[in-house]
């Protein structure tokens, strides 16, 4: 790990020409932190790396927060954006610090500096000295909301005997799916300390403020349909946003008033989409203008924190992360929404969840932008579909809640064993 220490910094760099955000607070990456060392031991840390599982935390906190109001909670993270939302959505509620890379002298002086009675890390979360040392240091450990791919499945296996001294220490395992949870007893999580929740992720509150102002915004659109491509990735030169831009142009030769709402997952993309869309020859207009939409081609949604606004828009979503390798972003937030979904092959992030979507007729895979084209304007040409497989997805999700309440049991049941 020390050895590793001029690649992460030159990763800090490079990552920083997008977004200087990652140029600040590297004092904490090594776990030197500014101010005076609270004298109040913290109760509980969350780590959530970034925005996916901040929202996936924020529940579980609210409730912790109201049931005892005095209960003192660290959430940590990894990316800037992450900390972003930590401060957004929940202020001075809580403390918010990033959590330092995973070296033993580094670790030592966060749990020394913080002092948690219970950790929580959130679905795939696994740091070998963080740990080991919580282990050590009598933590409490739960690895909440947990999934584990057949790929990180895989993956574990061939250093399957530090993965068997991670999982061993681990005193709760809430798992997401019954093959989650054998996938991580194979690997040596003790049985006994594994349960089934299923996703937090069923259990997201629409932001009905944002859904709002969507079905506002969408009127003054006098009937267009609306394709919102959300959370569009790019990974070793293979950009997802040039896939849906060629799907996009050939709808239009079927359905020439059709909106594109581009949503890219990444913020320090936004100026390399927009340049992108420009250079095809599309009209956009930028969110973060704050203009009207007008007779734009494509709508950037450039903004953090709005996608349920985006989602409000859709008449059909395009779920990103999906169409490049990298394992697509939320399917559960279109289809709670009532919204048809389409991915790609690439489904491995939510692997139960687009089972259940795919077994409901809620959700279409496609393998291509011609493909993307093809099923998009087959929806939108038939309304009766479309509405019904919104219901579908609504209904899944409905099936599928309670994960929330679960996990609360049973991080609820550490602090007052701890």
């Given at each position: 790990m020390y050895l590793s220490t001029p690649l992460l910094l030159l990763r800090?760099?490079?990552?920083?020409?997008?977004?200087?955000?990652?140029?600040?607070?590297?004092?904490?990456?090594?776990?030197?932190?500014?101010?005076?060392?609270?004298?109040?031991?913290?109760?509980?840390?969350?780590?959530?790396?970034?925005?996916?599982?901040?929202?996936?935390?924020?529940?579980?906190?609210?409730?912790?927060?109201?049931?005892?109001?005095?209960?003192?909670?660290l959430v940590t993270t990894s990316t800037p954006t992450g900390s972003a939302r930590v401060s957004e959505l929940l202020g001075d509620k809580v403390q918010h610090v990033y959590l330092p890379y995973d070296y033993p002298g580094a670790i030592s002086r966060f749990?020394?500096?913080?002092?948690?009675t219970v950790l929580v890390m959130m679905e795939t979360e696994l740091w070998p000295n963080l740990i080991h040392q919580c282990a050590n240091t009598k933590v409490s450990l739960v690895l909440a909301n947990a999934r584990l791919s057949e790929k990180s499945f895989l993956s574990y296996g061939k250093i399957s005997g530090l993965a068997r001294q991670m999982l061993q220490h681990l005193n709760a395992v809430s798992a997401q799916s019954e093959k989650d949870a054998?996938?991580?007893?194979?690997?040596?999580?003790?049985?006994?300390?594994?349960?089934?929740?299923?996703?937090?992720k069923f259990d997201m509150a629409i932001n009905h403020e944002q859904t709002e102002r969507a079905l506002a915004d969408k009127r003054a659109l006098n009937g267009r349909p609306v394709l919102v491509a959300a959370s569009t990735r790019a990974v070793d030169g293979n950009l997802e946003e040039e896939k849906v831009i060629a799907a996009f142009r050939q709808i239009l030769l079927r359905q020439s008033d059709l909106l594109l709402v581009l949503v890219p997952r990444h913020p320090e993309r936004f100026d390399e989409v927009r340049a992108m869309v420009e250079k095809s020859g599309l009209s956009l207009v930028r969110r973060s203008d704050e203009q009207a939409v007008g007779n734009s081609q494509v709508l950037l949604g450039d903004s953090m924190g709005e996608m349920h606004y985006y989602l409000g828009l859709a008449d059909v979503a395009f779920v990103g992360g999906s169409l490049v390798p990298t394992g697509c972003q939320n399917i559960i937030e279109p289809a709670a929404m009532g919204i048809p979904v389409v991915t790609g092959p690439s489904l491995f992030n939510f692997k139960s969840a687009s089972?259940?979507?795919?077994?409901?007729?809620?959700?279409?895979?496609?393998?291509?932008?011609?493909?993307?084209?093809?099923?998009?304007?087959?929806?939108l040409g038939d309304n009766e579909n479309r509405l019904a497989m919104g219901q579908a997805g609504r209904e899944v999700v409905l099936e599928n809640q309670g994960a929330t309440d679960r996990n609360l049991a049973v991080i609820k049941n550490l602090l007052e064993t701890s």
């Amino acid at each position: 790990m020390y050895l590793s220490t001029p690649l992460l910094l030159l990763r800090l760099l490079w990552r920083s020409l997008r977004s200087p955000a990652y140029l600040q607070r590297w004092s904490e990456r090594f776990a030197f932190y500014s101010g005076s060392k609270k004298e109040n031991r913290t109760s509980l840390v969350f780590h959530a790396v970034s925005v996916g599982e901040v929202h996936a935390v924020i529940p579980l906190i609210s409730h912790l927060l109201v049931d005892d109001c005095d209960l003192q909670i660290l959430v940590t993270t990894s990316t800037p954006t992450g900390s972003a939302r930590v401060s957004e959505l929940l202020g001075d509620k809580v403390q918010h610090v990033y959590l330092p890379y995973d070296y033993p002298g580094a670790i030592s002086r966060f749990l020394g500096r913080f002092q948690p009675t219970v950790l929580v890390m959130m679905e795939t979360e696994l740091w070998p000295n963080l740990i080991h040392q919580c282990a050590n240091t009598k933590v409490s450990l739960v690895l909440a909301n947990a999934r584990l791919s057949e790929k990180s499945f895989l993956s574990y296996g061939k250093i399957s005997g530090l993965a068997r001294q991670m999982l061993q220490h681990l005193n709760a395992v809430s798992a997401q799916s019954e093959k989650d949870a054998q996938r991580l007893e194979a690997l040596g999580c003790p049985g006994e300390v594994i349960s089934v929740s299923g996703s937090m992720k069923f259990d997201m509150a629409i932001n009905h403020e944002q859904t709002e102002r969507a079905l506002a915004d969408k009127r003054a659109l006098n009937g267009r349909p609306v394709l919102v491509a959300a959370s569009t990735r790019a990974v070793d030169g293979n950009l997802e946003e040039e896939k849906v831009i060629a799907a996009f142009r050939q709808i239009l030769l079927r359905q020439s008033d059709l909106l594109l709402v581009l949503v890219p997952r990444h913020p320090e993309r936004f100026d390399e989409v927009r340049a992108m869309v420009e250079k095809s020859g599309l009209s956009l207009v930028r969110r973060s203008d704050e203009q009207a939409v007008g007779n734009s081609q494509v709508l950037l949604g450039d903004s953090m924190g709005e996608m349920h606004y985006y989602l409000g828009l859709a008449d059909v979503a395009f779920v990103g992360g999906s169409l490049v390798p990298t394992g697509c972003q939320n399917i559960i937030e279109p289809a709670a929404m009532g919204i048809p979904v389409v991915t790609g092959p690439s489904l491995f992030n939510f692997k139960s969840a687009s089972d259940a979507l795919l077994a409901a007729k809620a959700m279409r895979v496609v393998n291509s932008d011609s493909e993307l084209a093809s099923v998009v304007t087959d929806l939108l040409g038939d309304n009766e579909n479309r509405l019904a497989m919104g219901q579908a997805g609504r209904e899944v999700v409905l099936e599928n809640q309670g994960a929330t309440d679960r996990n609360l049991a049973v991080i609820k049941n550490l602090l007052e064993t701890s």
